[in-house]
């Protein structure tokens, strides 16, 4: 008997050997007196060619899109099959059958709401399964850049009593009894971290009870998380670029084809992505959305008393947050990767370090050092900032947040045994990977996505 091979093992060599493939049949078509099959496998397709005469009649009935098979015969190398080669099938064994549907189940007209009831259908064609390819390459790169710069990975835990990004999103859940959460971020956890290894990252799940059903917001997302000790805000932006910068390239070396693939613009090399990033202010980027003859406004909707709901575009005010659609348009406007820095205290969260120059101001109204990177078609894609690193500071914080200090005794103990400036990030694999392979939503680049009323498959 040949030996079992992978499709994509396949090369110009092989031509004429016999060889045992197996796989799903892709697709199937009829030619007259040949059948053919291509098969995928998941590392790549093959058309594989049948006589009529080696399917007798009745099981020919058994060939169905999706049916699972073992092919047996000869590759051919030949210019004008796809891929540049076949095999000359001289034996075939069905081995789960089908009835065919699939297809119909799930077609690119198909409403979304049955497009995720059938998502891990939809995982078997070619465009789902390249994206996620291409997400598994991505956590490589990110892996390889960590460890190309000496970053430990860790694993902290995601079933936490503690909470990150404030109150509103947490999922409660009963924990032996006592209430413990699904994290938001695993930020604290790096930062108890780095006294022992001194960088350290992760990829972790986080978990946000978000109600807003957006682009690019999921209740559950793959979080890239890292935490460096002894750095400036400077540098914090510097490896945040570096990192994106470098990610990007050897994406798009290695998997060029797959990510114009997906891009769908007939790339044939990456979009040079201009270095620096632009670094603006939150308070400039205030004045540039109110600027000019073609403001960017605020959308308030007010419900009146008699149920009546009216809507105004606003400028905006310094302390505003700068919401999803509007955000974007900034970074479409400005038309590259822009870190939007120094957002105020009062909008951010308890744990970030402030701008020493502002401190004469009210507290709420300081400038933290805090960074979102907002990259063109997506918007916020990481967000991070140094790290408040005294013990008085940080347990003035938690008391004024309302949190108790006894839940987060180990984080406050990393103030009291040898506080030191350091400084991290999060960013969000799935936004990360809309933006890389210029693909509108979130959804699409989650194998399966967590959202408000849906928990499956
Ligand atoms: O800006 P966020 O909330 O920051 C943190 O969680 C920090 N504790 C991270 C840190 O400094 N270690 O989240 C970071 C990133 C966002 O920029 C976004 O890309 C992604 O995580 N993100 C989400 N992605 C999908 N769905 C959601 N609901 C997300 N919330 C945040
Ligand atoms: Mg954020």
Redesign the pocket.
């Known amino acids: 008997t040949p030996t079992a091979v992978k499709i994509r093992e396949i090369t110009a060599e092989d031509d004429g050997k016999r060889v045992e493939v197996n796989g799903w049949a892709h697709r199937i078509r009829n030619n007259g007196g040949l059948i053919f099959v291509t098969l995928r496998d998941g590392s790549g397709y093959l058309q594989c060619v049948l006589t009529k005469k080696l399917i007798k009649c009745l099981k020919a009935k058994q060939l169905l899109a999706e049916c699972s098979l073992k092919i047996m015969g000869t590759i051919k190398i030949d210019e004008r099959a796809p891929g540049g080669r076949e095999l000359k099938a001289d034996y075939w064994q069905l081995l789960g059958g089908s009835d065919g549907e699939v297809k119909a189940k799930v077609t690119f007209e198909s409403n979304p709401d049955v497009l995720l009831t059938n998502r891990h259908l939809v995982h078997r064609g070619t465009n789902a399964s390249n994206i996620l390819r291409i997400r598994s390459h991505t956590m490589k790169a990110f892996r390889d850049h960590f460890d190309s710069r000496n970053v430990f990975e860790i694993t902290p835990p995601t079933l936490v009593q503690t909470m990150?990004?404030g109150g509103s999103?947490l999922f409660a859940l009963d924990y032996f009894g006592q209430p413990a959460y699904l994290t938001?971020?695993?930020?604290l956890y790096?930062e108890t971290i780095c006294p022992s290894l001194g960088d350290v990252y992760c990829i972790m799940p986080?978990y946000?009870a978000?109600r807003s059903h957006t682009r690019?917001?999921?209740?559950e997302?793959t979080?890239v998380?890292?935490?460096y000790s002894f750095i400036s805000f400077d540098d914090l932006l510097n490896r945040i670029e570096d990192m994106v910068c470098s990610v990007y390239d050897g994406l798009w070396e290695r998997h060029g084809d797959i990510i114009a693939e997906l891009r769908g613009k007939g790339e044939t090399e990456a979009p040079k992505l201009e270095r620096p990033f632009m670094r603006l202010e939150y308070m400039d980027a205030i004045k540039m959305c109110n600027e000019g003859p073609n403001p960017i406004l605020k959308k308030v909707t007010r419900t009146n008393e008699d149920g009546s709901v009216e809507t105004e575009f606003v400028p905006f005010e310094v302390g505003d947050d700068i919401p999803e659609a509007a955000e974007r348009e900034l970074v479409e406007r400005i038309g590259r990767p822009v870190f939007m820095t120094k957002f105020l205290a009062k909008m951010k969260?308890f744990y970030m370090e402030r701008d020493a120059q502002d401190a004469s101001l009210p507290e709420p109204d300081q400038r933290t050092l805090s960074a979102?990177?907002l990259l063109p078609g997506v918007g916020?894609?990481?967000?991070?900032?140094m790290r408040i690193p005294d013990l008085e500071t940080i347990t003035r914080k938690f008391k004024e947040e309302g949190l108790s200090l006894d839940d987060y005794y180990w984080y406050i103990d990393l103030r009291k045994y040898g506080g030191f400036p350091h400084g991290?990030?999060?960013?969000?694999l799935?936004?990360?990977i809309c933006w890389l392979c210029g693909i509108d939503h979130?959804r699409d680049v989650t194998l399966y996505p967590r959202i408000e009323g849906r928990c499956k498959p």
């Not at 938001?184 to 930020?187: L, R």
């Not at 690019?216 to 209740?219: I, K, Y």
């Not at 991290?424 to 969000?428: A, V």
């Open positions: 990150v990004e999103t938001q971020s695993s930020q790096l986080s946000r978000e690019r917001h999921l209740a997302f979080h998380e890292v935490e969260a979102d990177l916020e894609v990481v967000g991070g900032s991290g990030f999060g960013l969000g799935g936004r990360f979130i």
